[in-house]
């Protein structure tokens, strides 16, 4: 175990070292004929010379590397530990819940029943799965007060764009042609924006007041004929609840446009407000933030979306309905935009979500009020060290901002790097855009009063040490298997294959 870090060793005190560079998988093998033994692919080469002329065909066998598996095995877990994961320390990330999620989800979701069925299978013997998911969209109607919801989307981003499109059937339908912008917030997420250029949206960026919060009277004046949408989150990007959502909601349907939610930032009002009550058409919700499924690594999300009455005509097919004890799939409705997603969506997502909210029942808001309860203390144990960047109070998240604190010269990369050698990973730096030097944290409601206090007395403990020696600090991190990288190398030219030696 020598070489490992111990997170959270207290504040103040780094992690142990690191062993070094480790070996590559294909360094450790001998040869590079370890791969599966070769298949026959059952399809004659000549037809699939036709199908692919001229590329996709190997001429040599792939270089896979051979390695006993006692070796991969601890190849794999040697990777595994220098990776920071919630099962090591806080994660506190804005802007993406990034929460721990209770085992036994993942214990459901891995039955035998759900987790080996075939996306194929006949109806009759899928009758649980329908019925999983006929019960799941009404606990999120139930959530959201929304009409419908489809379960399909595979993540946040892919929900707004299945929502836009939607937004774009209405009105369509109701011969309005010409709402062909969507008005975004400055402080939205980046996603909004992008999902609505997709839909073949032009987006117009709407102010925020000092306080946080949109500016209704520079929405107001954007509105017109022209708009099919308003795409809003709330509590918003910088932590803060849109109080004037009703009056936003009013102006916007007597304009004739429709208002979207991005719900990734419910983890703040699950169980406690509705986007449906405050006026919402469109809802959007991330299972892999509010609803225990875990998140990173790209790896499967779920976004589904819903709809108020007026628009439950253009959901994507095919929707779970049920007559009598039976639940079929239904692919025959006529005015929907179609299908959005192979199969059922990612299944597996929406056994977690399924197993956690009915885990939590009718005390669901407990998750609200302690996510709301855990930013607000980290908040005020951190006001003495970082100026926050509105004045109003957090909800869920909340950002603070290196600019005006005791060492002018401290970025909020310099923070973010170094807490990665004390074993804590860094907060969201450098969003929303519209802060300087920002850092956003989200320490969610399954932090403890220790982990936070362990954040925050890190966080003091690097701001001493800058007074110190602001270079160690700016040289960050030290004790992390790679250090500083060049970021605009790493993003324009990153290197993520290895190739074998020519
Ligand atoms: C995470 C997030 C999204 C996008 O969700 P993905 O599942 O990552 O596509 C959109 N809006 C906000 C506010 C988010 O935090």
Redesign the pocket.
Same mark, same amino acid.
């Given at each position: 175990m020598s070489g490992m870090p111990v997170p959270g060793a207290g504040a103040g005190e780094p992690v142990a070292e690191w062993a070094g560079d480790e070996p590559l998988v294909f360094e450790l093998s001998g040869d590079l004929r370890g791969g599966p033994r070769e298949v026959e692919p059952g399809v004659p080469v000549e037809a699939l010379e036709r199908l692919l002329p001229g590329v996709g065909l190997r001429t040599t066998p792939a270089p896979i590397p051979a390695v006993p598996e006692p070796v991969l095995a601890r190849h794999l877990g040697r990777l595994a530990r220098r990776n920071h994961n919630l099962h090591q320390g806080i994660y506190p990330l804005g802007?993406?819940t990034m929460k721990y999620n209770p085992a036994v989800d993942e214990q459901l979701a891995g039955l035998t029943g759900f987790a080996d069925l075939h996306p194929d299978q006949d109806i009759d013997d899928v009758q649980g799965a329908l019925q999983l998911m006929w019960e799941l969209e009404r606990l999120l109607c139930e959530i959201t007060g929304m009409a419908r919801i489809s379960l399909q989307p595979a %993540?946040? %981003?892919?929900g707004?764009w299945t929502g836009l499109r939607m937004i774009q059937a209405y009105h369509a339908a109701r011969g309005d042609t010409a709402r062909t912008r969507v008005l975004i917030p400055d402080s %939205? &997420?980046g996603? @909004?924006p992008a999902s609505a250029a997709l839909a073949g949206l032009e987006v117009v960026t709407v102010r925020s007041n000092s306080d946080g919060t949109v500016d209704v009277a520079d929405l107001g004046g954007r509105l017109d004929r022209s708009v099919a949408a308003i795409m809003m989150?709330n509590p918003n990007?910088l932590g803060v609840f849109e109080k004037d959502i009703m009056e936003i909601a009013r102006i916007a349907h007597e304009a004739g446009s429709l208002l979207y939610y991005?719900g %990734? @930032?419910l983890n703040a009002l699950v169980g406690l407000a509705r986007p449906g009550d405050m006026g919402f058409d469109v809802v959007h919700l @991330?299972l &892999?933030?509010t609803f225990s499924t875990p998140h990173g690594g790209g790896g499967p999300?779920s976004?589904p979306v819903g709809v108020a009455p007026a628009l439950t005509d253009f959901l994507p097919v095919p929707t779970v309905e049920r007559t009598g004890d039976r639940f079929l799939l239904n692919h025959d409705r006529p005015r929907s935009i179609g299908k959005v997603r192979a199969h059922y969506g990612n299944f597996g997502m929406l056994v977690r979500a399924y197993a956690y909210i009915r885990s939590y029942g009718s005390t669901i808001s407990q998750v609200a009020q302690d996510a709301v309860l855990n930013a607000r203390y980290l908040q005020a144990r951190l006001a003495p060290l970082f100026p926050m960047a509105v004045p109003s109070d957090s909800m869920h998240e909340f950002v603070a901002t290196t600019r005006g604190c005791r060492v002018p010269e401290l970025r909020a990369i310099d923070v973010a790097k170094r807490l990665l050698d004390y074993g804590v990973y860094a907060p969201t730096a450098y969003f929303p855009t519209t802060v300087p030097e920002a850092l956003m944290f989200e320490p969610t409601e399954t932090e403890s009063k220790r982990s936070l206090d362990l954040l925050a007395d890190t966080c003091a403990a690097i701001v001493a040490e800058a007074e110190r020696d602001l270079e160690h600090v700016r040289s960050a991190p030290h004790l992390t298997p790679v250090s500083r990288v060049d970021e605009v190398e790493a993003a324009r030219r990153p290197v993520l294959r290895w190739k074998p030696a020519e």
């Open positions: 802007s993406c %993540a946040g %981003a892919h707004e %939205a &997420h996603t @909004n989150t990007t991005d %990734a @930032n @991330n &892999h933030k999300g976004g």
